[in-house]
């Protein structure tokens, strides 16, 4: 499984162009999730260049060591200078919709596989809107 992971408010709280403060568990989780031999991370972020090397180095400095970053494979050329998507299996981002989950759950999410349930079309309960009749929808 290829899991791409962001840098900035995933690994690390907002702080571009520096790099924040490690946000608790993270490298930990990731370094645990690394053991596995069916798990490739990949770093997935919008730094480039000196920045990027930072981030890189932040994270190698405390044991973590991706795949590739910002791209597929270590070995993918950087000719194509357009955005290519990333294939990836599952994506750790705090843009995700909901936001960030606690990096334990992140860990028992992937480890059980929870991540693939499929999303209900139904409305959890405290999200629906009050029932009315169609003239007190339409009218008030």
């Avoid at 972020?45 to 791209?71: I, S, W």
């Amino acid at each position: 499984m290829i899991i791409a992971v962001d840098f900035d408010g995933t690994i690390v709280t907002h702080e571009y162009p520096k790099i924040g403060k490690e946000i608790p568990f993270a490298i930990d989780t990731l370094k645990r999730l690394q053991q596995y031999p069916d798990y490739l991370l990949i770093m997935w972020t919008v730094r480039e260049g000196l920045e990027l090397d930072e981030a890189v180095e932040f994270c190698r400095e405390r044991g973590l060591e991706f795949y590739a970053v910002n791209k597929n494979y270590p070995e993918e050329s950087d000719e194509h200078p357009e955005p290519r998507k990333l294939k990836a299996d599952l994506f750790i981002d705090d843009r995700n919709l909901g936001g960030l989950p606690d990096w334990g759950v992140i860990y028992r999410m992937i480890r059980n596989g929870k991540y693939l349930q499929p999303i209900s079309n139904e409305i959890d309960q405290e999200y629906q809107l009050p029932k009315k009749g169609f003239f007190k929808s339409i009218f008030g």
